[in-house]
């Protein structure tokens, strides 16, 4: 699953890295991203590339109590396409979900142990999300997921999931405003390359959605 995650990076950065049409209202880096809360997604709805905040947990349209987002954070792109709350989604509701980094937790014979998580290979990727729009009488809010996938064989190590990374060149595609089935979409996940990742250790002190700051982020190794 992907659980916690970072974003760190300047606006500019995000702004000129995913060739955004708009700035980013109320952006500002965080070292401790967790469900419930909002987070920065990115759509193309065919006029304009535009990045703003979503809730992390997928509320359908349909839904009659948003706290089913609890349970919805993460979507397995293996079977998201047969089910009934993501499929009409991978046909016209994708979107970028920006990262620099994401926490797992690996077992270990004294516990659990979060690792930090990033890309060798560039700063800022974007996992794979599906996002809806809910609305009941007055309240209404935007909703996401992450979709996720087996583990590769570096992931394998921490956790037997992974969250699904794009690829650079793919990132454009799985936000193009075209419709697509969901058996399209679900085959476009499955051939993605994997992104080339490395991990060190951090602090417990991470293991709270309350905490925040440079000490999620510090290592604690050697």
Partial sequence: MCGRYTLLEEEAEIVEEFDLDTVIRDYEPRYNIAPGQKVLAIINDGKQKRAGYMYWGLVPSWAKDPKIGYKMINAKSETAHEKPSFKRLLSSKRCLIVADSFYEWKKTESGKQPLRISSRNRKLFAFAGLWDHWKQDEEERFTCTILTKEANDFMSEIHSRM????????????????????????????????????????????????????ECIASIEG
């Fill in 163 to 214: 969250p699904v990374i794009l690829p650079k060149d793919f990132e454009e595609r799985w936000i193009e405003p075209v419709k697509w089935n969901a058996e399209e979409a679900h085959d476009f996940i499955e051939q993605l390359n994997m992104e080339d990742l490395q991990a060190y250790q951090v602090s417990q002190y991470v293991n709270s959605a309350k905490h925040t700051g440079p």
